[in-house]
């Protein structure tokens, strides 16, 4: 089984941290595959068989980054049962913008959820001010996240 890592960004940031993630899960002996936002469809999350990661920055006013935007409105229209998904969230924010701080990411969680899918350990919210770089602080958070999936029977692998 595949960890499906969809990334929603506006100027690569969210990018480098899924090719991070990506690498983690497959020093832990999984498989993962990266894919853009702009390039998936309801169908890709109604469909998906293995566990899912957001990994989405934020932009503007709090909004999710333009190439995530058509999947986040046709979830939002469609509504599918969306009941069987297993998934997590990296959302990258900045708090110089304490009333917008993560939005893209915690848009997506709160969708999903509302579509029946079941959030898989924390939402990562990492801020650009805090001196840590977003890469490291994903893969340090992805460890503990795929713990909790191997404890949920689904390991993705």
């Not at 509504?79 to 969230?89: N, T």
């Not at 701080?101 to 350990?121: I, M, P, Y």
Request: glycine share 12%; charged share 25%.
């Amino acid at each position: 089984m595949t960890i499906l890592i969809l990334v929603a960004t506006m100027s690569g940031n969210a990018e480098m941290v899924a090719d991070e993630i990506a690498g983690r899960i497959e020093d832990d002996g999984g498989t993962a595959s990266i894919l853009r936002m702009e390039k998936a469809s309801v169908t890709t999350l109604a469909g998906a068989t293995g566990p899912v990661l957001i990994c989405s920055s934020t932009y503007g006013t709090g909004d999710v980054p333009d190439n995530g935007a058509a999947l986040y409105a046709a979830l939002q229209a469609e509504r599918p049962d969306l009941a069987h998904l297993r998934y997590g969230v990296i959302a990258l924010g900045d708090s110089v913008y304490p009333q917008t701080f993560c939005f893209g990411g915690r848009k997506f969680d709160e969708l999903l959820a509302s579509l029946g899918a079941q959030r898989v350990g924390d939402r990562l919210e990492h801020d650009a001010r805090s001196g840590i770089y977003a890469e490291d602080a994903a893969g340090d958070w992805v460890e503990t996240w795929l713990r909790d999936l191997e404890m949920m029977g689904e390991n993705g692998r």
